[in-house]
C-alpha cells in the first residue's frame, strides 16, 4: 500500500512569489492536514481538510491557503512569500475523524527554500 | 504556551536495555495521544497511540503508559535496538468540540541513541 505522497521534495522560490505543494494521501483516507516545520521549532499545525471542506486551521496568516480535491488530494499555497516561510511542510492523511480517533500518517516532505 | 512537552532533548542507552521517553501536557481536553518517529530527511513514522480511557497500549517492543492525573505519557522500548536511533516526538488531539480538533500537538522531540 502506497503511504502519503508529496511533491515537490524541493521548490525554491524568491520572496513575494507563490508556492504550491501537492499530497496524495493513503488510499482510503479522506482526511488531509499540512504542517509547517520551521528550521529549530517543531511541527506546527496549518490546515485540515475531511471531505473536501476546510475544518480547522492553525495559527498562520490568510495567505497560506489550501483545498482538497474530489480524489482526497491536496493543494497547499502560501502567497507572497517571506523568508520565513522557508520550512519543511510535511502532509499527514487519515481516516476520517467522525469516529474513533485515528493515527495521521505523514509523507516525506516538501522543502521550502525562500531566497 | 507549550501544550506538549519533551524535557529530555536526548537519550543514550545500551543495545538491548529499555528505552524510556517522556512526555507531560498542559491542556486536559486531549484524549489522544501518539508517538512517532523520524529518521532524518523522512517524515514522522506513526509508531503507537493510546487513548485516555486506557492507561497502557503495547505493541510488541513498544508500550505507551498515560497517567492523566499528572498528564503524562511515556514510551517505553524493550529491548532497545541500534535501529531504533531516531528522533520521538510524542503528539496529541483533542475531542470533537475544541479549537484543537483534529490537529495534532507535538512535543520538541527526543534524539534517541541505541548504542550496538
Known amino acids: 500500500e502506497a503511504g502519503v505522497t508529496q511533491s515537490p521534495t524541493h521548490l525554491i522560490k524568491t520572496r513575494g512569489q507563490q508556492a504550491t505543494l501537492r499530497c496524495s494521501p493513503i488510499s482510503g483516507h479522506t482526511s488531509v492536514y499540512w504542517y509547517q516545520q520551521a528550521l529549530g521549532l517543531g511541527l506546527q499545525f496549518l490546515l485540515w481538510y475531511d471531505e473536501g471542506e476546510e475544518r480547522n486551521r492553525g495559527n498562520f496568516p490568510p495567505r497560506f491557503s489550501g483545498r482538497q480535491f474530489p480524489n482526497y488530494s491536496s493543494e497547499l499555497n502560501v502567497n507572497a512569500l517571506e523568508l520565513e516561510d522557508s520550512a519543511l511542510y510535511l502532509c499527514?492523511?487519515?481516516?476520517?475523524?467522525?469516529?474513533?480517533?485515528?493515527?495521521?500518517?505523514f509523507g516525506d516532505g516538501t522543502r521550502l527554500s525562500i531566497l | 504556551d507549550q501544550q506538549v512537552k519533551q524535557n529530555s532533548p536526548s537519550l543514550s542507552v545500551q543495545e538491548g536495555r529499555i528505552s524510556i521517553l517522556n512526555c507531560d501536557y498542559t491542556n486536559s481536553m486531549f484524549d489522544y495521544f501518539l508517538w512517532y518517529k523520524k529518521y532524518p530527511a523522512e517524515g514522522p513514522t506513526f509508531l503507537i497511540s493510546i487513548s485516555s480511557i486506557k492507561d497502557k497500549n503495547e505493541d510488541g517492543r513498544f508500550t505507551v503508559f498515560l497517567n492523566k492525573s499528572a498528564k503524562h505519557l511515556s514510551l517505553h522500548i524493550v529491548p532497545s535496538q541500534p535501529g531504533d536511533s531516531a528522533v520521538y516526538f510524542c503528539?496529541?488531539?483533542?475531542?470533537?468540540?475544541?479549537?484543537?480538533?483534529?490537529?495534532?500537538?507535538f512535543g520538541q522531540g527526543t534524539t534517541l541513541q541505541v548504542k550496538p
Open positions: 499527514a492523511s487519515s481516516l476520517g475523524q467522525t469516529g474513533p480517533n485515528q493515527p495521521q500518517h
Open positions: 503528539a496529541a488531539s483533542a475531542g470533537q468540540s475544541s479549537s484543537n480538533t483534529g490537529k495534532l500537538i
